[in-house]
């Protein structure tokens, strides 16, 4: 079994930053590619940014050139850089991987963490 355990979501002014970290454990063979996405009640859950296994990125437009996505193949870890947070930044964040793992045999799949809430104040 694959677990994600996500951390650094708080409450922060407008302007200011934040740092999520996401860490995958359990029987991991090799993490595929890893990304962000971000949920606010009655909306769909939408990408924030995305990381490949060659470390390829891609943003959402309305967070380009304030978050920076990046990850540790080493310790099976993606993070999340925020600055000049605003308010519609507001929302529960939720890393995703997509992990190859065994189990007596290989399997890959989609594992979600539990999600941490980010509060932008005005």
């Known amino acids: 079994q694959v677990q994600l355990v996500e951390s650094g979501g708080g409450l922060v002014q407008a302007g200011g930053s934040l740092r999520l970290s996401c860490a995958a454990s359990g029987s991991i063979s090799k993490i595929n590619t890893m990304g962000w996405y971000r949920q606010v009640p009655g909306n769909q859950r939408e990408l924030v940014a995305h990381i490949t296994s060659s470390g390829s990125t891609n943003y959402a437009d309305s967070v380009k050139g304030r978050f920076t996505i990046s990850r540790d193949v080493a310790k099976n870890t993606v993070y999340l850089q925020m600055n000049s947070l605003k308010p519609e930044d507001t929302a529960v964040y939720y890393c995703?991987?997509?992990?190859?793992?065994?189990?007596?045999?290989?399997?890959?799949?989609?594992?979600w963490g539990q999600g941490t809430q980010v509060t932008v104040s005005s």
């Open positions: 995703k991987m997509y992990v190859q793992a065994f189990a007596g045999y290989y399997y890959t799949q989609d594992y």
